[in-house]
């Protein structure tokens, strides 16, 4: 039995083809819910009318922008309306299974789990796993998810296996916690950097295989903008030098300033020209600006350790490279 109920952060952007889907999975949960906050991103299509049918049958707050904050700051601003203990983050296009809120929040409230800050189901389109979870190797910066793609199987699993992180697609964190969100990031990374800020304080994050969520993306390759490549590294960049000894932060910045540019130089030249500036503009805001050069030196002694795992980084990118890339 959990003791108290559960806040609900959502935050959408032209979401109206997956948002009724979403809200509906709460109706048969909502009595676990306190309070589902929902920030919209300047939506420019049906949304806010079709968050507006929910609202008689489930405790909706919606706090509407003029323009896209991105992700983080706008899970800071819900946080401002939000009581309770534990937070639910689930994006729009995520559809969460029968009790799912009510069997992770129990697990956070056992003594034996005093100290897991982030925990999350399976993400999954329909029977193939998308996520159970990520592994980091500060070697090289990357990371991967150890089932990507795989079936989902009907072996018995241990209740909750730790990981470096999570997608936050579903996962219920301790509202404490979600103060540590970083604002600087825009879009991408803000799920690896609050899960490194949480270890740092002794918390850990787990993902558990009695849960699901399903997920509403393609699992097919889908092309890369010159946005999302845009934010992606310099988000990545940025999570480097934050949390990484200098030694890690070295070699994984070169790597993908270096080795990923020029890759993506043969792939695409719109892609390389994205990373390029985007590597250009976080230099520029890092000695130019000095709430960044304060950040990266508050961190100086509190750097993550995290074990090597290069081989096996290494080994998941030539199987996601063999896919045909990223499916997100």
Known sequence: MISQKVDVIIVTYNSQDTIAKCLKALLSQKDTISKIIIVDNNSQDMTLDIIKE???????????????????????????????????????????????????????????????????????????????????????????????????????KKLIELRDYVPLTAAVVRRELLELLDENYFLYNEDLDLALSIRKRGYYTAVTSRMFVEHEIRLRKRELSEMRMYNYI?????????????????????????????????????????????????????WLSSRYKNIIKNQKIYKTILPLRTLTALKHIIKHIAYGGHSW
């Open 54 to 156: 929910f609202s008689t049958s489930l405790p909706i707050k919606v706090i509407k922008l003029r323009y896209n904050l991105g992700f983080a700051k706008a899970v800071k601003l819900a946080l401002l309306f939000s009581k309770a203990p534990y937070v639910l983050l689930l994006n729009p296009d995520a559809i969460i299974s029968e009790n799912y809120i009510k069997f992770l929040t129990s697990i956070m409230e056992q003594p034996y789990t005093i100290k897991l800050g982030i925990l999350e189901g399976i993400v999954k389109k329909g029977c193939i796993i998308i996520s159970d979870g990520s592994f980091f190797d500060p070697l090289t910066g990357f990371d991967w998810s150890p089932q990507w793609k795989e079936c989902l199987s009907s072996q018995n």
């Open 234 to 286: 310099k988000g990545r960049l940025y999570l480097f030098q934050k949390n990484l000894p200098r030694p890690f932060s070295l070699t994984s910045s070169f790597i993908w300033m270096i080795v990923l540019s020029l890759t993506l130089l043969f792939i695409d030249r719109k892609l390389a020209r994205a990373s390029v500036l985007a590597i250009t503009h976080f230099y520029k805001n890092r």
